[in-house]
């Protein structure tokens, strides 16, 4: 259905009345008021199916149906409520995360670093492309490919915007990671509760650097040393709010025992208020008129991740799932093996189509509740290893998409053969690395 003006401010009024009533439940938790908002959300997302595209709206009904078909049959209707109350939090985190986006679009130091580029060589332009996708995606995700497409592929021709594209692409789906600001992270984290922020962070700065790298392997081989530099210097002027963040987030997270998705949703909107004051009010104006405008275009996100919960709680409510987990025995598979197979399952599951979330939401309740040799925060981080691998080269993904769009190129020139060769390195490296954390934590 076509998005029609008023229902997208109305959607917009309402996901802001949700974000509200969630980030005072951090602060002060309220069973009225957390009524109100799962009300408040529940007429979101009523909205949001008639604005949603075909796809997730489809896949939406199917996740709800067959998570309310397990749900009658292993007797434990309650956990259709339980998941949808889980997933309320997401409607103050994607908020707070739009907050962040349209804050940072408000910074002037976006400006200096868009004049930094002028002048770099096509293959020093494919390394800065990488790393500013990589640097400016931990924050603005997608929003990221905005900023940089203007600067690096002005005037060049289909070739050479194809081969930026994806390296934007790849750079973001880096950032996927080990930013706390991607939904990968926090979704994940919600399915295996208890894990700290920080070492997820930690876990995932490995992957991010072992995908960084083999990236300029293969797409930027005769990058000389000083041409590296000279293109990564130029990000300087992110380094420093970026870690003022990230340092918050983690900060509140381990000082209070704030699980990840609450830090993120409650620090991030008092640090973008705190820089919107110093820019003056003009600035914090058309962060507020950005923000609000862009939350009338989160339907296909909520909806995603609202079915994606609803299905994971149920999976890990049912006694089958919790008998399959028991039955399976760490002789059969665990530790790496597992490792390895749940990466690349939820890799080939996105390429061809199927959303990581829907993945991740049925294997890793599985996974958590059996004695599998895996420690928590690296089965997390093996979900969100194999669910940025697939935002990297899978043409159902957003980065792809998104690259395509900011680029001006045919998403069918981003999936090449290279693009595949480059995954299947990453993962297999991703594997070893993943395993290596996994054994030197079990020896600790």
Known sequence: MRDVAPAARFSGALLVAVWIGELVGIVRPLAALSAIT?????????????????????????VIGASAAMALASHVPEALAHGYQRSQIFGAFLPSVLFLRATAEESPRLERLRAGVGGLAPIAARNWTLYGSHALGAVLSVGAMSVVAPVVSRGVDEVERAALASSSARGVGAAVMWSPFFVAMGFASQLVPHVAIGHLMAIGAGLAAIGLAISQALFTPGLTRAAFRASVANLAPLLVPMAAVIAAVVGASALFSMPGLQAVALVVPLCCAAYLARLGAAAARGAARRTVRSFGRLADELLIVIGATILATVVAAMPAARAVGASISPGMISGFALIAVLVFALFLLGLAGLHPMIGAGILLPVVAAGPFGIGHAVLVSTAVFAWGLSASISMWSLPIVAASLSFEVPVRSLVTRQSFLFGVAYGLAGVAYLGTVNAIAGAA
């Open 38 to 62: 799962a009300a408040l959300l529940g007429a979101f997302v009523l909205i949001a199916l008639l604005r949603a595209s075909r796809h997730i709206r489809v896949l939406f009904i199917v």
